[in-house]
């Protein structure tokens, strides 16, 4: 599957249902469909977008040209409403593709996970599948280089997240499916929420021990500032080097959109720390903006 998605010749190919290939030129996605080894193998950095819920095409190219402009190899992954809502059937089998993704293809020169909003907890269960079999999935960690997490919502706020995400516009939709899914919480412990609770577990105390950027906003009810400070304290306490930038009005998962220059700052400032080969210098891309 082959579909331009943006006036700058942007394209995305399908590599499974939910991890897609961006690029701004030919470049094949072919794989090997037992193990999704892909034929022609990254020859550059990469990053591993794991997007918000009902993320749009448009506005997940716009992530993608700022990475390819650099010279990175862009990857993108996501879930579904449902998928969330049904983990063993849905996030899980997503989880366990995006690890055999990771696992049987080379990233030789580093990859870096770029997550918003559930995207955490889609990544927790991605570690909750690395944890079954440390010793094979330990690769996997050992490829990822730095870590940015952009509005992480932690689980105990799926109940406001997923209706914004859904019915952005109509506060009573909103206010129905919040109802629902505090029911759902409920009444679904063990083939649901005992899942949510384990992937956050693993997403605090998480295995990887790379540099790691939070981008938070105080008006955002649903990656707030608390809960992206706890995530942030448990993983410097492991060791792990963060860096957090906090704005006072920004909403969810808009930060990029809203403060442009600043949030490229940030980021390029952090993916600078990790000596990436294919960092270009600034003026470059500020001559494309």
Request: contains cysteine.
């Amino acid at each position: 599957m082959h579909t331009v998605v943006n006036a700058r010749t942007l394209a995305t190919q399908e590599i499974t249902r939910s991890i897609q290939l961006f690029t701004d030129k030919p470049r094949s996605a072919e794989k090997d469909q037992q193990t999704l080894r892909l034929k022609e193998q990254c020859d550059k950095p990469a990053v591993l977008i794991i997007s918000w819920l009902n993320a749009r095409q448009k506005h997940l190219a716009k992530y993608a040209q700022l990475y390819i402009d650099q010279g990175f190899d862009v990857f993108a992954t996501h879930i579904t409403p449902w998928q969330l809502l049904w983990p063993v059937k849905g996030t899980q089998l997503v989880a366990a593709e995006i690890v055999k993704f990771l696992k049987n293809n080379d990233f030789k020169h580093g990859l870096i996970l770029h997550g918003f909003s559930v995207g955490g907890y889609l990544w927790g269960e991605c570690l909750v599948h690395i944890a079954r079999d440390l010793p094979n999935y330990q690769v996997v960690l050992d490829r990822v280089i730095g870590q940015v997490w952009d509005s992480a919502a932690d689980i105990t706020e799926i109940s406001v997240g997923v209706p914004r995400a859904l019915f952005p516009k109509n506060p009573t939709l909103q206010i129905a499916l919040k109802k629902y899914m505090l029911y759902h919480m409920k009444a679904f412990h063990e083939p649901a929420t005992s899942h949510y609770i384990r992937s956050s577990q693993m997403f605090h105390t998480n295995l990887l021990r790379c540099p790691a950027l939070f981008l938070m906003s105080k008006t955002d009810p649903v990656g707030t500032v608390e809960a992206n400070t706890r995530v942030k304290d448990s993983w410097e306490q492991s060791g792990v080097k963060t860096t957090v930038k906090c704005w006072d009005r920004s909403p969810h998962v808009g930060h990029f959109m809203k403060h442009r220059e600043e949030y490229i700052d940030v980021l390029f400032n952090h993916l600078r720390q990790l000596n990436l080969p294919s960092l270009k210098q600034d003026a470059l891309l500020r001559a494309k903006l």
